[in-house]
């Protein structure tokens, strides 16, 4: 038997041989350090035979699939622990997978226990002497009904549901945790795999049990609610050092914190939940945002528009919003029947789709750039919200473009680098999601429109991004219900991943809404649109900014940035005098003119974090000079007022912070 490795060699072994039998004949510290087999395109355990002509590879801890297994793995370990402290007759599982950073699982308990944050340590103890007493993962195949049989034994429903929901034909299988000696069960689980070859494999592995959550069972609100344990694990004691640093600087940075500490939005019961108030500080930040990208739009030819934040019933039932969406969207204003019937907008574009139908249009007047900040609602359910994040009004950087077939390529190439432009401008890695309708759109009635429709638009996306050499992974299933899209993730600068802004190729509102315009050799065509926001939801944008600066934002977004503080009464009129220099620079500048001494009023520009803190003393008024505080670079001593506006409409010019 011969199989083909990475490299492009070719290695002979006998009939029947393994993963593991591979990795030992390539050399003793790969079979050490060998987790899994990778064979054509499935990962698969160690101890699987290998496949005469199949192309292989070994996974090792050292890749991100052998740290994926080891999570994976761990996960399992951590699901016996549980089980071996608690009682087996009393706990029940529920799921187990990797999320980014480490896995959970979660539990349930016959008896209802509740578990504390004090029960993590004893349960990280207790992996550790299961990973030390190097249990093998064995897999077995069952028979569905007998896998069934199990765990209805056990009166584990949690498993059961699982069962029922696999496929018919669509293998089953157990991975049992074996005591080294006897070969006896020390735990079990419901589980398609690939796993380590045993717990000592994972002795290299650096975990931390983190917190406790409820989670309803497949993420039901009629399901129970069970526990979840939520852990860290990484390859190296460095990298989940780096990540508990990281969670702790998140807890100090929440923007709902941080935004109440810096006066920029508040929260009012009386208003209702999910509706931020913007306060001056923070409306200056979102004006900020808002007038870089409407000045970028002027120069790559956007037009503005405005839209009322209601519409009739049946402007939502063309869309299709209505029946795809209104799960999501605000209770109906007025009779259901009625022609008056109103919703509050969920999305900017049937409106903007409106305003296209307004005039007769004509080649010549595509593409067609239609933006709007727009607010929009959403119903989200009260145990959803979560700060600026997941809110229930909220402005979108709405854009849609209208456009010929010829264009479409260009112009989708034009929007991903305004948005990777827009997202840049904050230091944010970004890579993108392909959202698809895939396989599993057909018949479901989850997406509206024809499949080659469908297939057009992805792959004008896809090849958008090759040609932007924009990194990017397909999502099937993913897409918006009336077309593809390109979702756009930023890493943050606690390494965390969110989704902001959006781009899709629709096909499908066109058709809905009999868009027309006349072509060159007189038809009339359907255009087609496309659908982008570079920054998404502004209040979840902030939200993300807020953490990801830690309050401290760039000059350019700075609500103040400058304080200007004199040190006795004598140099109020030079201080107001020189706000007033600062303010006809277009500067935003607040003047602390308390009668206090100048200590306090540094501090309070330091917890306000504002970028500069200009001091002025008798010396600095006769000289004509400041004192500057930089909040990044620290004392820059005493300069001439020109240089000081020099340095700051230097920075302001390039939108760079001093320091990261």
Partial sequence: MEVKLPDGSARSLPEGATGADLAADIGPGLAAAALALRMGEQELDLSIPLTDGAQVAIVTSTSDEGLELMRHST??????????????EQVRLGIGPTIKNGFYYDFDFDDDRRL??????????????????DQPFVREQVDPAAALAHWESRGDRYKCDLIRGIPAGEVVSFYHNRLPGTGDDAFVDLCRGPHVPSTGSLAGVHFKLLSIAGAYWQGDEHNPMMQRVYAACFATKKQLKRHLNNLELALKRDHRKLGKQLRLFHFSDDVGPGLPLWLPRGTIVLDALTDYLKAEQVKRGYLPVSTPHIGRKSLYETSGHWQNYHDS???????????????????????HIQIYKAELRSYRDLPLRLAEFGTVYRWEKSGELGGLKRVRGFTVDDAHLFVTPDQLFEEFCGVVDLVRQALGLFGLTVQARVGTRGDAGEGTGKFVGEAPLWQRAEAEIIEACQRMDLPHTIEEGEAAFYGPKLDFVITDALDREWQLGTAQVDYNLPERFDLLYAAKDGTRQRP???????????????????EHFGGAFPLWMAPVQVALAPISDDQVPGTRELAARLRARGLRVHEDLANEPIGP????????????????????????????RSRDAGDLGVMPIEAFLDRLEAELSERTRATT
């Fill in 601 to 628: 009023k540094i501090k309070r520009a330091r917890l306000e974090k504002t970028p500069y803190v200009g001091i002025l003393g008798a010396r600095e008024i006769r000289d004509s000079t400041v004192s500057v």
């Fill in 528 to 546: 087609i649109m496309i659908h982008r926001a570079p920054f998404g939801s502004l209040e979840r944008l902030m939200g993300v900014l807020i």
């Fill in 116 to 133: 504390r944050e004090e029960d993590l340590a004893a349960i990280e103890q207790r992996m550790a002497e299961i990973i030390a007493a």
């Fill in 75 to 88: 996960a399992h370990v951590m699901a016996q622990a549980v089980m071996d402290l608690f009682g087996k």
């Fill in 329 to 351: 969207m605000f209770p109906l204003m007025g009779d259901a029947d009625s022609h008056d019937a109103f919703c509050l907008k969920p999305m900017n574009c049937p409106h």
